[in-house]
């Protein structure tokens, strides 16, 4: 099903996912009916497109309509952040472990606004959000589950509480969604930012944006193109649409296609085999590897109880750099971060691998 397997035994989702050989099957197809057909039609697009929505909204317990394409998860905390009503002397609150992302929309692109960083580490988030409350704060920005521990947060508290101050709360989901069964009604997510090309093994280029219709409602709504409208057809161009009264007119104009098809083969694979499943899978993966750690004496960084694809620790013997390169020589990929070394298995991966590594190790 992955051709990384054939070289690899490769345990570094939380960097980049691998394509399944149906995605690139179905890729290649897509870029061959555009080769041989130069346009393939209005019918044929919005076949993809739809299909595609359908499976994301199916993946993150939304629906269909309140599903928008971006081109990752930037782009999709971009839209979420500029639509969000802020005032001069606003405040925007973002997790201070969170991955450099937000961090750079919330600075460049919110002119006047305020932004405090906090730290929500291993503490209760809804806490965390009490002591910083004051009537400037507008939104919070989270990493569902954080790029370096590894620690998930616990958000249907802290979405309850938010909703009922009236603050928007913006979860960037991309080590999240694919790798736990992360459900947006369950978990009172109203903006989901989220993209392709990690646990859901999608290409590069590619994510989406949730926004639920309570969201929706109260956001500014100004960013969107002639495909965020519903066109009958492209005969004709006299009358516009008015756009979309959902998320799908944050869609600007032509599609990434062939980038859009990949991700809805990807997402299928995910479906099929359940995500309650994969959750369960890599729990136990991970589970096996943080025993063998252990037993090595590794100091692991990520918090056991809050666990969802990473697990993340620090050999006391050696550099951490040293065991990534020996990984590496027998072609185990995993990533090397801030001296510790991270892994992230897919529920693919198999435990006579991690045995494997665990015995390289
Ligand atoms: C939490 C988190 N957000 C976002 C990204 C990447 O953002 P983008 O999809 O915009 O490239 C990463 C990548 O490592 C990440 O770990």
Redesign the pocket.
């Known amino acids: 099903m992955f051709l990384v397997n054939h070289n690899f035994i490769y345990l570094n989702h939380a960097?980049t996912g691998v394509i399944p050989e149906a995605a690139v099957k179905k890729m290649n197809e897509v870029i061959d009916d555009f080769a041989q057909q130069g346009d393939p039609g209005k019918e044929y697009q919005d076949v993809i497109s739809r299909e595609a929505r359908k499976r994301v909204a199916q993946l993150i317990n939304g629906e269909l309509e309140n599903i928008a394409f971006t081109m990752?998860?930037?782009?999709a905390i971009y839209i979420a952040l500029t639509n969000i009503p802020l005032g001069e002397g606003d405040v925007v609150v973002v997790m201070n472990e969170?991955?450099p992302?937000a961090k750079y929309v919330v600075k460049y692109n919110l002119p006047g606004i305020e932004v405090e960083y906090v730290n929500f580490a291993q503490k209760d988030p809804v806490e965390v959000i009490k002591k910083v409350l004051n009537s400037r704060v507008r939104a919070l920005v989270v990493?569902h589950v954080q790029?370096f521990t590894g620690e998930r947060m616990s958000l249907l508290a802290l979405s309850n509480f938010l909703k009922e101050k009236g603050i928007f709360l913006i979860v960037?989901g991309?080590?999240a969604v694919g790798c736990i069964n992360v459900d947006v009604k369950r978990e009172g997510i109203d903006i989901l930012a989220c993209?392709g090309s990690k646990w859901l093994n999608g290409p590069q280029g590619t994510?989406f944006l949730y926004t639920s219709p309570e969201a929706f409602r109260r956001l500014k709504k100004i960013y969107t193109g002639w495909l965020g409208a519903p066109w009958k057809d492209y005969i004709s161009f006299d009358i516009l649409p008015e756009p979309f009264e959902d998320a799908r007119r944050f869609e600007l104009g032509t599609r990434n296609l062939i980038g859009i098809a990949g991700l809805s083969e990807s997402i299928s694979i995910l479906l099929e085999y359940g995500l309650e499943k994969i959750e369960k899978r890599i729990r136990k993966l991970n589970t096996l590897l943080l025993e063998g750690l252990k037993r090595k004496k590794f100091e692991i960084i990520t918090p056991e109880n809050r666990m969802a694809g990473i697990v993340t620790g620090r050999t006391k013997s050696a550099l951490a750099e040293s065991v990534y390169k020996k990984l590496k020589e027998n072609n185990i990929i995993i990533s090397l971060r801030n001296n510790a070394l991270r892994f992230s298995p897919h529920f693919y991966n198999t435990e006579e691998e991690i045995e494997k590594v665990l015995e390289i190790i």
Do not use: E, K, P, V
């Open positions: 960097s990752n998860t930037s782009h969170c991955f992302a990493d790029y960037d991309i080590q993209g994510g």
